[in-house]
């Protein structure tokens, strides 16, 4: 299978080229040139996590061998995840909620970080490639932890993580300053989640940057990433099995499912599952305030001009979605030209209008919805007092988004909901929604919060508090460009 630049379909690579460089060289996102894969929803079933998980990256990455990809994925999902299932399906009265959390760092970014780089260093290989991998990642709260731990002392690899100061929640930042390993780093940006990615993207294609790094090569985990994205595309179909086999549904029916949206990864993935087989009707694309998506799925019209919110829900916070090049390029019959266009009218306008037609076949598999505060809080509250299930702020975006959905719609088909991160890594936000009691210490809060409903806090959160700090670095965003270049040179000076 060849993948190509969202911004020009000559360029091409092979899966694992492509999981290696990470971002195009022309700033596009490396996408697959034909999607010929086909399965049935029967093939799915009385599968392992495991199982599944080989024939679909097989399937997507066939110059990896058969025994490559068995190795990666016994490696990735092993008892690093505290349930048997990896990816358990949990019933709610009138929908389902596909439990993401149960990986080493408790949010659903494990599930393709635990498996990146077994992958990427396959990749290094394959290519004989002498150079050290210099990995930089922007995350809006769940990526860095992810992608820190899952890299952690990986030989010929050295990450660092750039997080907004201001905009992730405490314990999120705390999972990331406290990070062990030789080979990482980590960095607080006084700006947001987009001014990051920004940074990182702009690195990938900046001469300077390159060529401070001799014996150094640029890579992304951020699902800018095939290696982040392709891995996600697993767990809708093992949800959808499991749906089957527990009677909720009969194999080949349609459902619904709602995916609390930021950079457009998650959901992409979900639409690569439909678009191999997997009986989707509907994709619910919840945003919070930050509701660019929403307007888009509206109008057509992506519009980054507003005002930026920091919300209880902080992986959503995002206000430039990378991942959504991607569908624009698919679902465009793969029109490089319109895709470069509109990338280089958000760069210079700030927005973008797409044809009427692509809109249309857009809205045909995908709708949006959004959820203001309150309302997330409120969704918190009534699912831990009607099912006592205890649910994290994005988890409830959805769930809130895909209630909308079917009141607008009078939809009833079977639902599924994404729940994104365990509720403890925002401790504080969501203890004060069932109590209305307001606890500054969200290490406090966590204890209270587990006091109150006695679900057990994950282990790596449980003795985070006490943790030594290792990372205190934060800088201004447009000292962005001169630290990558300096982490290069260090990097170009330590190969060589």
Known sequence: ?????????????????????????????????????????????????????????????????????????????????????????????????????????????????????????????????????????????????????????????????????????????RQMQTSQGNNVKVIAVKGNFDDCQRMVK?????????????????????????????????????????????SKIKCGDEINVAVPTGNFGDILAGWLAKAIGLPIHKLICASNTNNVLYDFLTTGTYDSRRPFHNTMSPAMDILVSSNLERLLFLKSKKNDALVKDLMKQLQTDGKYTVPEELLASIQNDMTGEWTNEEDCARTIHDTWQNEHVLIDPHTAVALHGLKQYQQDTKDSRPSLVLSTASAYKFSHDVYKALTNKEEADDFKAMKDLCTLTGYPIPANLANLENLPVRFHTVIDQEDGMSTIRNIMEELSHAHH
């Open 202 to 246: 702009q690195a990938a294609s900046d001469p300077e940057i390159i060529a401070a790094g001799r014996g150094v090569s640029l890579s992304s985990a951020n699902s800018i990433n095939l290696g982040r994205l392709l891995p996600q595309i697993v767990y809708y179909c093992t949800a959808y099995a499991k749906l089957v086999e527990n």
């Open 1 to 173: 299978m060849k993948y190509v630049s969202t911004r020009n379909k000559n360029v091409s690579v092979s899966a694992h080229q492509a999981i290696l460089k990470g971002l195009a060289a022309d700033g596009g996102l490396y996408t697959p040139a034909q999607l010929q894969i086909h399965f049935t929803p029967e093939q799915f079933l009385h599968k392992t996590y495991q199982e599944t998980a080989a024939m679909i990256l097989s399937a997507f990455l066939d110059d990896y061998s058969k025994e490559e990809i068995r190795e990666a994925v016994q490696k990735a999902y092993d008892d690093k995840f505290d349930d048997k299932d990896i990816a358990p399906v949990r019933s709610l009265t009138d929908t389902n909620l596909l439990e993401l959390y149960h990986g080493p760092t408790s949010a659903f970014k494990d599930l393709a970080l635990t498996i990146l780089p077994t992958l990427l260093t396959d990749a290094i290989r394959k290519e004989n490639c002498q150079d050290t991998i210099c990995i930089l990642t922007a995350t809006s709260g769940d990526t860095g932890k992810a992608a820190l731990a899952g890299f952690k002392d990986v030989p010929g690899t050295a990450i660092t993580v750039f997080y907004p100061e201001i905009g992730v929640s405490a314990i999120q930042k």
